[in-house]
């Protein structure tokens, strides 16, 4: 019993960190071109590209 | 049309970009950018020829390939010229197309997703903390638990749920009902429900239905977004067929610039080459004129002096003097423009099935709820446990599967025709043109392109620069003589230096030499001037386009009636019928006619699919039940069309009424399958069976269903592949 007042925050703070991160990969436009990354991949003689931001 | 802001205004000098494609680029603070839609990217290398071609061409222009989206977006800071990255583009066999892709960031979209993500992470966590629950924690532990339930749900919800409560409180305000209120009321009554019960200790709690209720939907809203977005991206603006400006001839010979609006009959105005008629006037000398905006033949026409030339004809030769007849307001254009929306507004679009599920659903949802808490008191329970049951009514019967029965089959059927070349812009269209039982085309452009004719031989070498040239033109005579070059598997020469006059043609250089391909001086017939002067006249005819034949055979097997109504000369469209079997056409129609045609078939009863490029088509695309306009329409056609095709063959449009026949079967399917599991879950729940752990069970796996069934629309990856192709093949120099 004790130990989920340990176990339930460790849960949750867990699954707020990846909340974070699902927020921060819309923010850098990572679901934009999903097909385009999948196929960059493969193209490895190349410094990667400029990203444009904005 | 006076609205449109005056592109030329934005123009850097020494950029040369059409004024089509100047329209949509965007200006931001740290440069500007373009996105053109370039529908021939369909390989991993593709992006990586363009964006190295590009960076390696040194204009300064930065390239990003959007392989999901098929575009191109250019970077540059305000020095730098596009136009040449474009060049570079056409060099290596590509077709870029401008764009109206809304560079603002969509807001709405964002706040939905990152409603979908706390809803998300919310359910997973209370979930697991119900789970528990269910699974026979008691005392002090299921407090415990319930506790830090409520504690992540009902933030969550408060942050989650505002997509809902805020449309529902909109409907109710002007008196209405929509999907959202029983929505609303679902998620509110039940987090109320579940707090009570915390607090007094006993009973079970609606967390965890309330928060992954709240997921589905807002799912099923993230979807309909998606479609809603890609159709205003498709939607281009009416983009500038008439002149924000005209130039007024002074009488000392110069001229000043004038707004259009400001215009009045009879004052002199002065045209330049390549320029449009601002307003409807007649000529004090002859000139030519490309009426194809009007026709939508793009021969030139001779117009001689004291003739009337209407607003939007490209002046092919000039600079030449017009009197202005007509303001603005009143001239061919803006007439025209008038006549479409008329139809638009006029035609009666049958409401969405989505909106017509929804306005039965809320009120008997309702009236359910509100029978079981009566009937509960009348069977003698208290006050409160009645609530409770009603309360339980609305939470099951909430609607889940409906919510996403149509947003996710129309999100497939798009996406399955934007793969296709095919751009819907809007689901509504795809629920009409599935009950089309009769079809209306017109000839130039849409059932014919223009193409050079075979019969006449043409000198390799020179058929080959001009098809280098030719690449670099957006007219659609200019493709016939790529594809002529192509029918030949000629190897293009590199030409540079190329700067196309819209109107007159294009030029270039070739090893040092001016060469040019365009209209002959006097306006008549295309030629090509080689680099050693000589000139070569290039006879134009016309083709029947790519899948014609094979739509029309495909049609008339169904049983549709088939009509052609073209506003060109009796013989060439009798020709064209006859070549394809059609014994129904027309000849010399006005687009006061086609729209008049329309209308009586649909007094009639006829549900006509319309297929139209020319501006003398848009009035008539708008009327038609549906309408199709290929990607090379006119700008108010491709407005009008519910469909614009980015492919060649025509055969495409078949394709789109049977996406549309299958995402309706699959529509109807999921309705089933949603009104199967209210047909389980109304009387469990208002007998007073439902607990939390039915409630999202039940809820899930209808949603997960009705999901998983529209997925069946999404072409398979291979098949896809093999059926993709369009003609224009990159050609690598």
């Known amino acids: 019993m004790n130990i989920l007042v340990i176990l339930v925050p460790a849960a949750l703070s867990l699954g707020l960190l990846a909340l974070a991160a699902f927020f921060w990969s819309i923010r850098s436009e990572q679901y934009d071109d999903p097909e385009g990354a999948a196929r960059r991949i493969l193209d490895d003689d190349k410094p990667p590209a400029d990203e444009p931001r904005g | 049309m006076s609205c449109c802001a005056d592109f030329r205004a934005q123009v850097s000098p020494g950029r040369t970009l059409p004024p089509d494609v100047e329209a949509s680029v965007r200006h931001h ?341 509100l029978l079981t808490a009566i009937g509960w008191v009348i069977a003698g329970e208290s006050v409160g446990e009645a609530v409770a049951i009603a309360i339980a009514v609305l939470i099951i019967t909430c609607p889940c599967a409906l919510g996403l029965a149509v947003p996710a089959v129309q999100v497939a059927a798009s996406d399955r025709l934007f793969r296709r070349g095919l751009m819907l812009k809007d689901g509504g269209a795809l629920e009409r043109i599935k009950d089309v039982d009769e079809a209306v085309f017109d000839k130039t452009g849409t059932l014919t392109i223009p193409a050079l004719d075979p019969s006449v031989p043409i000198d390799p070498r020179t058929l080959a620069a001009a098809a280098a040239l030719a690449r670099h033109a957006s007219h659609p005579v200019a493709k016939a003589v790529v594809h002529a070059a192509a029918a030949q598997s000629l190897p293009l020469p590199r030409v540079s230096d190329v700067v196309e006059e819209r109107g007159r043609g294009v030029h270039g250089q070739l090893d040092g030499q001016a060469i040019f391909l365009g209209a002959a001086v006097d306006g008549e017939g295309l030629v090509f001037q080689g680099a050693d002067g000589s000139s070569t006249a290039l006879p134009v005819t016309e083709t029947v386009r790519k899948g014609a034949p094979e739509l029309i055979a495909a049609l008339k097997a169904r049983g549709l009636p088939i009509t052609i109504l073209s506003g060109d000369r009796a013989e060439a469209v009798r020709t064209v019928a006859a070549r394809l079997g059609v014994d129904d056409w027309r000849a010399s129609v006005s687009a006061g006619q086609k729209l008049s045609h329309l209308e009586a078939r649909r007094a009639a009863g006829a549900k006509v699919l319309m297929v139209g490029d020319g501006l003398n088509d848009g009035p008539a695309l708008a009327a038609a039940h549906a309408s199709i306009a290929p990607a090379d329409a006119s700008d108010l056609s491709r407005t009008a069309a519910d469909i614009v095709m980015t492919g060649e063959s025509l055969l495409e449009a078949l394709e789109a009424i049977d996406t549309g026949r299958k995402a309706h079967r699959l529509i109807l399917q999921n309705f089933a399958v949603a009104a199967g599991y209210n047909a389980v879950a109304i009387p469990l729940s208002m007998a007073g069976y439902a607990t939390p752990l039915l409630a999202s069970l039940a809820m899930s796996t209808s949603s997960i269903v009705v999901t998983v069934n529209a997925l069946r629309l999404t072409p398979r990856p291979r098949r896809e592949q093999a059926a993709a192709p369009i003609t224009a093949k990159p050609v690598h120099p």
């Open chain 2, 29 to 369: 603070n740290g440069g500007d950018s373009l996105t053109l839609h370039v529908p021939d990217i369909t390989c991993a290398a593709c992006i990586g020829r363009i964006e190295d071609a590009i960076a390696a061409s040194g204009a300064n222009v930065r390239a990003r390939v959007n392989f999901t989206r098929k575009t191109v977006t250019l970077h540059w800071n305000t020095q730098a010229d596009p136009s040449h990255a474009i060049r570079v583009m056409r060099d290596l066999g590509y077709a870029p197309q401008p764009l109206a892709i809304s560079q603002e960031k969509d807001e709405a979209g964002r706040e939905l997703v990152r409603c979908l993500a706390v809803a998300g992470f919310a359910a997973m966590n209370v979930m697991l903390l119900s789970v528990a629950v269910w699974a026979g924690a008691d005392g002090v532990t299921a407090e415990f638990l319930n506790w830090f339930a409520a504690l992540i749900a009902l933030p969550a919800l408060a942050y989650a749920a505002r997509p809902f409560i805020r449309s529902a409180l909109g409907a109710l305000r002007h008196g209405r009902l929509n999907m959202d209120v029983p929505i609303s009321l679902a998620i509110v009554l039940a987090a109320a429900l579940s707090i009570a019960r915390v607090f007094g200790g006993e009973g079970e709690t609606y967390f965890d239905a309330a928060i992954t209720l709240t997921f589905f939907l807002l799912g099923g809203r993230v979807l309909d977004h998606m479609t809603r977005e890609r159709a205003r991206a498709s939607v281009r603006q009416l983009a500038t067929m008439a002149p924000a400006t005209a130039h007024v001839a002074a009488p000392d010979g110069g001229t000043t610039p004038i707004a259009l609006s400001a215009i009045q009959p009879g004052m002199v105005l002065e045209v330049a080459a390549g320029e449009r008629v601002p307003v409807d006037g007649t000529l004090t000398k002859p000139a030519s004129f490309d009426l194809s905006l009007a026709t939508g033949e793009s021969r030139p026409v001779h117009i001689g002096a004291g003739e009337e030339v209407l607003a939007g004809a490209l002046a092919l030769s000039g600079p030449l003097r017009m009197t202005a007849t007509r303001c603005a307001g009143d001239s061919f254009l803006a007439t025209l423009a008038d006549l479409q929306r008329a139809a638009e507004e006029a035609r009666s679009r049958p409401a969405r099935i989505a909106d017509k599920a929804a306005r039965v659903y809320a009120p008997v949802v309702h009236l359910l709820a």
